[in-house]
């Protein structure tokens, strides 16, 4: 790779949450929501596009707004457009279908398709899938799309009710697929047939976040859950299923790896919803989910991890980490910006983000920022509000060598910031901080700690708050 690739994988001023990987043409395109930074709702932005060459996951390429909300007809100055996905069709044009809201009637709310010559657009839009007649079982919400021998299988639901929809709990199903005609890619010529079902023991029953792919011959059908901070697999041996529970693929508060269980308060980080797909590429497998910032679940932005797909297909429970893309741990040398932390928590642990955490509210919750409102094409991301108790863990770094540990910060804090390889480990290095107001300042510590694929953890014990936690120095 030219470069080292961290986690979240786009640069920090851009908000991609519900990513949806593809390859086309030799290039991995990513697509997704468009969160607007401080927009105080869902996907506020109109839908852009980043792409990658297949071999180097590191150098991601803006390309540009690929479809507005102007462009659908039915916009009216209102109104979101959330989870897309785009495929191409048989007949060798792209196709980007997406959930469009806007007004608060049940008619309202569709699955409407773009289409494009190029998988970077610009897209012109094609037409609504009519799916109304089955909207009170299965919400036209979050689709996916999946292509295969001139086929076209459409996926979609929701578990939400919303009773000015005419929608009640008992009614949802879960999660759709329907087959639709490929010579108009609109047109539903089967189903739908049901994916995945509401209610699954240990509450992973079907919510949002529709995806499919194949690997090795199985059909895999991601979703997110009831639980809300997780994707979750099930498999078929067709593309309309039966699926059968599998497990869950990642969640976003590693909530469910080591002992950590299902109170946000014990979770490794911060957490949201979720919603992502899974990529198969040189030999290796990965899955891409999103993570929230700003004390909201309004301003996400994505993220990915390799995953370990077993001979039977099953998929172990990938971890949060820093270097996701990487392809191993990072160098164990030089200046990281605070924003790649993989785990962040208060001395209380973390929160689940449903609604926007007020200042009034934020007591001593850590959390990633930047300053001003949304940046596009500039940005500052930071670790704000970082006081005593605060954790923020970096994963992983290939240590040799390492003499001293170093953290560039402002505000006034006074105390020591503690670095461990673990989170309940010992303590490898301590940091004196003194207050430096709103002058950025690096200190440094000895480090007398492990070598080889090693976790960083920095916690902060003492008074006042960092006001900005904004890179991690290894010399």
């Known amino acids: 790779m030219k470069n080292q690739a961290f986690n979240p994988y786009l640069p920090s001023w851009e908000y991609i949450p519900d990513g949806e990987p593809h390859v086309f043409d030799g290039r991995v395109y990513v697509y997704g ?51 897309p996905d785009v495929c191409r069709a048989p007949d060798g044009k792209y196709y980007l279908y997406y959930a469009f809201a806007p007004g608060i009637t049940r008619k309202s709310w569709a699955i409407r398709c773009a289409v494009s010559d190029s998988p970077a657009g610009p897209f012109v839009y094609h037409g609504e899938v009519n799916l109304y ?34 929608v009640s709990k008992r009614n949802v199903k879960g999660g759709a697929v329907v087959e639709l005609d490929a010579a108009d890619m609109l047109t539903v010529k089967a189903g739908p047939f049901n994916t995945v079902p509401t209610e699954i023991p240990g509450g992973h029953g079907f919510f949002e976040a529709s995806s499919m792919r194949k690997i090795d011959g199985r059909y895999y059908f991601v979703y997110s859950s009831a639980i809300g901070h997780e994707l979750c697999y099930a498999t078929g041996e067709t593309p309309v299923g039966p699926f059968k529970f599998g497990g869950t693929i990642v969640s976003n508060g590693d909530i469910g790896l080591h002992e950590r269980h299902s109170d946000p308060k014990t979770a490794a980080n911060y957490t949201g919803n979720t919603h992502g797909g899974m990529l198969s590429l040189g030999g290796k497998n990965y899955i891409f989910y999103h993570r929230h910032t700003d004390r909201d679940c309004f301003s996400r932005q994505g993220c990915a991890e390799e995953i370990t797909i077993e001979p039977d297909g099953s998929i172990k429970q990938a971890e949060m980490t820093s270097c996701g893309l990487n392809g191993g741990p990072l160098k164990g040398s030089g200046r990281y910006e605070a924003r790649i932390a993989c785990n962040l928590t208060s001395r209380k ?70 670095v461990r390889n673990a989170p309940q ?25 492990g070598e080889g694929k090693q976790a960083l953890y920095f916690t902060f014990v003492g008074t006042g708050r960092l006001t900005k936690f904004t890179y991690i120095v290894l010399d």
């Open 133 to 166: 007649p089955y909207s009170k079982q299965y919400l036209p919400f979050d689709p996916a799309v999946y292509v295969e021998d001139g086929r076209v299988w459409l996926y979609y639901g929701s578990a939400m009710f919303f009773p000015v929809l005419g």
């Open 425 to 449: 480990g010992d303590v490898v290095a301590e940091i004196a901080v003194t207050p430096t107001g709103d002058k950025e300042t690096t200190f440094f510590g000895d480090y007398a700690g």
């Open 33 to 83: 929501s468009h969160d607007k930074f401080k927009g105080g709702g869902f996907c506020i932005n109109d839908y852009v596009t980043w792409s990658a060459p297949a071999d180097d996951l590191s150098d991601w390429r803006y390309e540009g707004v690929i479809y507005k909300k102007s462009d659908d007809p039915a916009y009216r100055g209102r109104g979101s457009m959330y989870a």
């Open 349 to 418: 642990g973390g929160r689940f983000h449903s609604k926007p955490l007020g200042k009034n509210r934020a007591g001593c919750h850590p959390y990633f920022t930047q300053s001003g409102k949304d940046r596009e094409g500039d940005g500052d991301q930071y670790i704000a509000n970082f006081c005593d108790g605060a954790t923020a863990g970096f994963k992983y770094f290939d240590i040799s060598g390492l003499r001293r540990v170093g953290i560039t910060v402002c505000g006034d804090a006074r105390g020591v910031m503690q």
